[in-house]
T-cell receptor, first 112, second 115 residues
Framework: DQQVKQNSPSLSVQEGRISILNCDYTNSMFDYFLWYKKYPAEGPTFLISISSIKDKNEDGRFTVFLNKSAKHLSLHIVPSQPGDSAVYFCAAKSTGANNLFFGTGTRLTVIP | GAGVSQSPSNKVTEKGKDVELRCDPISGHTALYWYRQSLGQGLEFLIYFQGNSAPDKSGLPSDRFSAERTGGSVSTLTIQRTQQEDSAVYLC?????????????FGAGSRLTVL
């Protein structure tokens, strides 16, 4: 049972435009959400996170939005750059839990 | 080293053989995780170690899988009598507490292919 879902396996965006990656979750106990970025032959690297007490967190070109009522979060990248091309994983956890639950990832391609 | 180190980076084995995968976490990180990513799937939690506490083995898919962490540092994931469905990238991660939640730092993974 996939508790974290990324329904778009891939996304292509022109350089300079906005990239929006979406993530849905089913477990209402999740209260912390993270985005990881993965390049080929490397492990995922932490990008940005958000606590359930917030609905937005911004770090430079990256902003994560959380809609708790819809159990939905999204990652906005603006402006998108070719170096942003990677697989992006959404992850979630609940307080006291040991593990992160990951989505299946979205492959972002930023076209120069 | 500065990051999480995993070895081997690639392992090809025959069905039925045992394999060992090694993880060196970041020095000082008390938590260590094993995940795996099968083709087209997300990261699947396998096992979690925290300090000297009993590990959380709830994600291990069968009793052919086991892991240990010696001295609170290096960890070894062992898969006995490998099957073709065990083919995946096995990722190790370690973490230190950050803002009340754990941010995991991953290694590059060990790609296991079972023929």
């Amino acid at each position: 049972d996939q508790q974290v879902k990324q329904n778009s396996p891939s996304l292509s965006v022109q350089e300079g435009r906005i990239s929006i990656l979406n993530c849905d979750y089913t477990n209402s106990m999740f209260d912390y959400f993270l985005w990881y970025k993965k390049y080929p032959a490397e492990g995922p690297t932490f990008l940005i996170s958000i606590s359930s007490i917030k609905d937005k967190n911004e770090d430079g070109r990256f902003t994560v939005f959380l809609n708790k009522s819809a159990k939905h979060l999204s990652l906005h990248i603006v402006p998108s750059q070719p170096g942003d091309s990677a697989v992006y994983f959404c992850a979630a956890k609940s307080t006291g839990a040991n593990n992160l639950f990951f989505g299946t990832g979205t492959r972002l391609t930023v076209i120069p | 080293g500065a990051g999480v180190s995993q070895s081997p980076s690639n392992k090809v084995t025959e069905k039925g053989k045992d394999v060992e995968l090694r993880c060196d976490p970041i020095s000082g990180h008390t938590a260590l995780y094993w995940y795996r990513q099968s083709l087209g799937q997300g990261l699947e939690f396998l096992i979690y170690f925290q300090g000297n506490s009993a590990p959380d083995k709830s994600g291990l898919p069968s009793d052919r899988f086991s892991a240990e962490r010696t001295g609170g540092s290096v960890s070894t994931l062992t898969i006995q009598r490998t099957q073709q469905e065990d083919s995946a990238v096995y990722l190790c991660a370690s973490s230190a507490l950050f803002s009340g939640a754990n941010v995991l730092t991953f290694g590059a993974g060990s790609r296991l292919t079972v023929l």
